[in-house]
């Protein structure tokens, strides 16, 4: 019996030529979806009939009430190594697998410094003067030599960018919750005792923290305040850890310098959102793992996973 098998948010409608899905000829019949699925009775509707799928991070959220609503589905893969928008504990009590597939944080690292780079020496506005024959040069970048880039959260993409600021002969500070000294010292990481103390020294602060209701507007009005009024703020994590209202407040009365994100409460964001007409904001449409390397490691990890299940020994199982 030939099992059915979508591929969601395939939006490049690259996912067939990133792995060799012919690993499944015979077994498993795929179908592409390269569109936003905007609803759930849409969603339920498309993909009722399958029994495996794989989806693209957190672009079509799988709460308990849409996998209620789809019996054949026994495989869900998810590009990650975790989702926030997929319901686990809802999947396992239905008898659905949950499985990830492996990125790698260069791609979302690299992303992050083009933000930086790209609003410190203003590159959008002397871009569009050099293409329609404007002025030449009107701005005055802010050089990063010597400056202080504050790291609110020192996992493996925070160490990452530790890197890369050092060979810029940046200072580098660091927070999170449970961050201790002797873990700082040993990528040269000065470790802050406070989030406020961390904000007030940074002239960059970049976010790297997994998003829970414990960290959800980790970075409100009061820690924003705290922010030098010529300091950047960078968010290619997750939109929900900062206040985005705060945010907006905070770029629209020029109390920071600017912000650089990836990521947003909702998404697409709408066209008539205040973030897409803001000066000082530079902003990508959550690319930061669109890669061509990162998307060959996601697609190959996914059908590595559908053989596997199909051999009934499914690896990188998430838990709930």
Known sequence: MTRQCAILDDYQ???LRMADWSLLDGQVHIRIYSHEIATADELVHAVKDCEILVIMRERTPFPAEVLERLPKLRLLVTTGMRNASVDIAAAQRLGITVCGARGRGAAPTELTWALILGLTRHLVTENENFRNHGPWQTTIGTGLYGKTLGLVGLGQIGKRMTRIAQAMDMRVIAWSPHLTAVRAEEVGVEAIGTLNELMEQSDIVSVHMVLSERTRHLIGAQELAHMRPGAYLINTSRAG???QSAMIEALQHHRIAGAGLDVFEQEPL?????LRSLPNVLATPHIGYVADD????????????????LKGEPVRVLKP
């Not at 709408?270 to 205040?274: E, G, R, S, T, V």
């Open 270 to 274: 709408p066209a008539d959102h205040p």
């Open 13 to 15: 409608q690259v996912a």
């Open 241 to 243: 850890l900062i206040d």
């Open 294 to 309: 990162n998307y060959r490691s996601f697609y190959e990890d996914a059908v590595d996973d559908i053989v596997q299940f």
